[in-house]
């Protein structure tokens, strides 16, 4: 079983939908990270947390502790905003364990 | 913003050959980090750097993979004899702080292909 598990795999919205993207872990973790890969493969970081919720314009990420569950919101989604975004978390070390991303495709 | 460099971006080379990845971290940070992605699955973890020395590895990362900070600016990881597996996209990360509880500032990436 994968330590860090997302859903859905795959994400087509048109413009303007409110984005979900969900994120589960089997073990405790000391925080978790959100990512965005864009189709040229660079990775950014867009948040982390370990214990509530973050907002940063139109992305607002979510972490319930008790659930092992975290989720990545996306208000009035674009198509700029498609890429993949990966969970990842970090159980203590330096290392972050990767989740196999959500493809987000927004339509115009 | 500041960002953090790696270069080349595509390398090529055959199977057996030594090659040698390189990026600039972000100037005032002091954790360093290799990841690779293989086609198709997901970031896995490599290594960690810190005060010169590997802070943490992965089963991955075994005797044919080595890094150096040679020069106080510039971070290498040296694969000593490349296997066809080996081909991947190779990401430079830094932190200003112990990654897991920082963020991390990923380079562009390095695809590697092993023929």
């Given at each position: 079983?994968?330590?860090?598990?997302?859903s859905?795999?795959?994400l087509?919205?048109?413009?303007?939908e409110?984005?979900t993207?969900?994120c589960s872990?089997?073990?405790?973790i000391s925080?978790?990270?959100?990512?965005?890969?864009?189709?040229?493969?660079?990775?950014?970081?867009?948040f982390?947390?370990?214990?509530g919720?973050?907002?940063?314009?139109?992305?607002i990420?979510?972490?319930?502790?008790q659930?092992?569950?975290?989720?990545?919101?996306?208000t009035?989604?674009?198509?700029?905003?498609?890429?993949?975004y990966i969970?990842?978390?970090?159980?203590?070390?330096?290392?972050l364990?990767?989740?196999k991303g959500t493809?987000?495709?927004v339509?115009p | 913003?500041p960002?953090v460099?790696?270069?080349?971006?595509?390398?090529?080379?055959q199977?057996?050959?030594?090659v040698i990845?390189?990026?600039?971290?972000?100037?005032?940070?002091?954790?360093?980090?290799w990841?690779?992605?293989i086609?198709g699955q997901?970031?896995?973890f490599?290594?960690s750097?810190?005060?010169?020395?590997?802070?943490?590895k992965?089963?991955i990362?075994d005797?044919?993979f080595?890094v150096e900070?040679?020069d106080g600016s510039?971070?290498?990881l040296k694969?000593?004899?490349t296997k066809?597996?080996?081909?991947?996209m190779y990401?430079?990360?830094?932190?200003?702080?112990r990654g897991?509880h920082?963020?991390l500032?990923f380079?562009?990436?390095?695809?590697?292909?092993v023929?």
């Amino acid at each position: 079983k994968n330590e860090v598990e997302q859903s859905p795999q795959n994400l087509t919205a048109q413009e303007g939908e409110f984005i979900t993207i969900n994120c589960s872990y089997s073990v405790g973790i000391s925080a978790l990270h959100w990512l965005q890969q864009h189709p040229g493969g660079g990775i950014v970081s867009l948040f982390m947390l370990s214990s509530g919720k973050k907002k940063h314009g139109r992305l607002i990420a979510t972490i319930n502790i008790q659930e092992k569950h975290s989720s990545l919101h996306i208000t009035a989604s674009h198509p700029r905003d498609s890429a993949v975004y990966i969970c990842a978390v970090s159980r203590g070390s330096e290392k972050l364990v990767f989740g196999k991303g959500t493809k987000l495709t927004v339509n115009p | 913003e500041p960002e953090v460099t790696q270069t080349p971006s595509h390398q090529v080379t055959q199977m057996g050959q030594e090659v040698i990845l390189r990026c600039v971290p972000i100037s005032n940070h002091l954790y360093f980090y290799w990841y690779r992605q293989i086609l198709g699955q997901k970031v896995e973890f490599l290594v960690s750097f810190y005060n010169n020395e590997i802070s943490e590895k992965s089963e991955i990362f075994d005797d044919q993979f080595s890094v150096e900070r040679p020069d106080g600016s510039n971070f290498t990881l040296k694969i000593r004899s490349t296997k066809l597996e080996d081909s991947a996209m190779y990401f430079c990360a830094s932190s200003a702080n112990r990654g897991g509880h920082e963020k991390l500032f990923f380079g562009s990436g390095t695809q590697l292909s092993v023929l």
